[in-house]
């Protein structure tokens, strides 16, 4: 398996912050049926815990939610390993745009 890490910023507090993320998270099925399959979600205190399948790929993820971070740690299998940076750039991206604030966020 091929880990990924990356740190998100944001403003929210964990509280709101771990609010906006779990909601993402339970909607990826809805938004993205023909991409995301099997999505299984767990929630405890300020850590979010996903798995899905992708593209025929599953794909691992854990949340550290923090006042003003995100920690994200991912595994991808190694033979995904050529879409590794397209994977971290589209959970980052989401993540990212699901942490900016409220008004911002209405706006994009």
Do not use: C
């Not at 403003?11 to 339970?26: D, I, N």
């Not at 909607?27 to 979600?41: K, T």
């Not at 399948?53 to 854990?62: P, T």
């Amino acid at each position: 398996m091929i880990e990924i890490e990356s740190s998100i910023q944001h403003s929210l507090g964990q509280e709101e912050a771990v609010e906006r993320v779990h909601q993402m998270v339970a909607s990826l099925s809805q938004r993205f049926p023909q991409q995301v399959h099997q999505v299984q979600l767990h929630l405890k205190d300020h850590r979010v815990d996903i798995s899905f399948a992708a593209y025929g790929y599953i794909v691992e993820w854990k949340a550290e939610i923090y006042d003003d971070s995100v920690l994200l740690l991912g595994k991808i299998p190694d033979s995904a390993n050529k879409f590794k940076s397209k994977i971290e750039q589209a959970i980052v991206a989401r993540v990212e745009a699901t942490l900016l604030p409220a008004q911002s966020q209405r706006a994009a």
